[in-house]
């Protein structure tokens, strides 16, 4: 088993959709008339499958955030170049931190914009892509 992806309800599927390939995000296909509205499914590069699927449902108003969804993360390959690639496109992002000290990744924090929090990680030299039981022993 595996998750395959998250749906995020968005207010403005322009805005949205812009915000999202400007990260680097690409559109993968599109299923209109769905239940939920129209999707957008979209992935990464060098990702073979869609991770995010944007739902849109001009009917259902604003999007409310809750308290549902924390956060979504991004793992990139430099923090660094992400960033500045970002502020070229006119993203702001948080200064980048090391909330587990000097051993552990390098982050950042960006909001799209419905309010999504999303959560850029640089892994250190030699981590796994992706957390595993290694990281808590």
């Known amino acids: 088993m595996r998750t395959v992806h998250v749906g995020l309800r968005v207010s403005d599927l322009d805005r949205s959709l812009a915000f999202y390939t400007a990260v ?3 559109v993968v296909g599109t299923v209109e008339g769905a239940a ?3 999707l957008i499914m ?6 073979d499958f869609v991770t995010i699927e944007l739902v849109h449902d001009p009917a259902r108003g604003r999007v409310d955030l809750g308290t549902g969804i924390n956060h979504l993360v991004i793992q990139v390959e430099s923090l660094d170049a992400t960033l500045a690639d970002l502020a070229a496109k006119g993203i702001a992002a948080e200064p980048p931190g090391l909330p587990d000290g000097a051993t552990g990744p390098r982050t950042s924090w960006i909001t799209d914009p419905d309010g999504y929090q999303i959560e850029l990680v640089q892994w250190p030299a030699g981590h796994a892509d992706g957390i595993t039981e290694a990281d808590f022993a």
């Open 24 to 26: 680097g995000y690409t």
């Open 36 to 38: 939920f509205g129209s």
């Open 42 to 47: 979209l992935r990464l590069p060098g990702d």
